[in-house]
T-cell receptor, first 114, second 115 residues
Framework: DSGVTQTPKHLITATGQRVTLRCSPR?????VYWYQQSLDQGLQFLIQ???????AKGNILERFSAQQFPDLHSELNLSSLELGDSALYFC?????????????FGEGSRLTVL | QQQVKQSPQSLIVQKGGISIINCAYE??????FPWYQQFPGKGPALLIA?????SEKKEGRFTISFNKSAKQFSLHIMDSQPGDSATYFC??????????????FGSGTQLTVLP
């Protein structure tokens, strides 16, 4: 158990809809990262937050947004969903804002868009 | 330039054999190279990592070999076991701005170790 909690584990929705994925980082970790994992794209970095502030942005679509709350949990909002958004979405946390590569991943939220 | 290229895509090895997974990169700003192991239904977990100032790091049956001039690094799993069957991702870390860093993953290798 990595200590990172993600909900929901599975989500099925329709095209055009909006969903929210939630992540609770490990106790004491200030940084939260979101990754998308699909069969043909591997692990794609979406966005990083550190202590409530956006720190880095990767290949995140404009239809997607995220935030980190004062209690350090984070939410990833996906809107106007398309079939191609079906993927596993992972949240990860690390000890500090900068890191050498040790991220602790949750078990992911599997999104299926029909 | 941010890509990390990983091969092979899949690998089948007999129990007791050596599993070798290779990665290559172009971006010289990468300065930390971890490997992650992912079992089905689980998130990736850090397995072993290396900095470019060393050419090899060994932890138990797992060894990373690093060739800085060739911009290549590889994971060797000695005496492979069925329990090693998982997807392995190489990764490379680089600074973005200030103290922010980014971790770029390879495409993954699905390893199957036959009993």
């Amino acid at each position: 158990d990595s200590g990172v909690t993600q909900t929901p584990k599975h989500l099925i929705t329709a095209t055009g809809q909006r969903v929210t994925l939630r992540c609770s980082p490990r106790s004491g970790d200030l940084s939260v990262y979101w990754y998308q994992q699909s069969l043909d794209q591997g692990l794609q970095f979406l966005i990083q937050y550190y202590n409530g502030e956006e720190r880095a942005k990767g290949n995140i679509l404009e239809r997607f947004s995220a935030q980190q709350f004062p209690d350090l949990h984070s939410e990833l909002n996906l809107s106007s969903l398309e079939l191609g958004d079906s993927a596993l979405y992972f949240c990860a946390s690390s000890v500090a804002g900068s890191y050498g590569g040790e991220l602790f991943f949750g078990e992911g939220s599997r999104l299926t868009v029909l | 330039q941010q890509q990390v290229k990983q091969s092979p895509q899949s690998l089948i090895v007999q129990k007791g054999g050596i599993s070798i997974i290779n990665c290559a990169y172009e971006n010289t700003a990468f300065d930390y190279f971890p490997w992650y192991q992912q079992f089905p239904g689980k998130g990736p977990a850090l397995l072993i990592a290396i900095r470019p100032d060393v050419s090899e790091k060994k932890e138990g049956r797992f060894t990373i070999s690093f060739n800085k001039s060739a911009k290549q690094f590889s994971l060797h799993i000695m005496d492979s076991q069925p329990g090693d069957s998982a997807t392995y991702f190489c990764a490379a870390s680089s600074p973005i701005s200030g103290s922010a860093r980014q971790l770029t993953f390879g495409s993954g290798t699905q390893l199957t170790v036959l009993p």
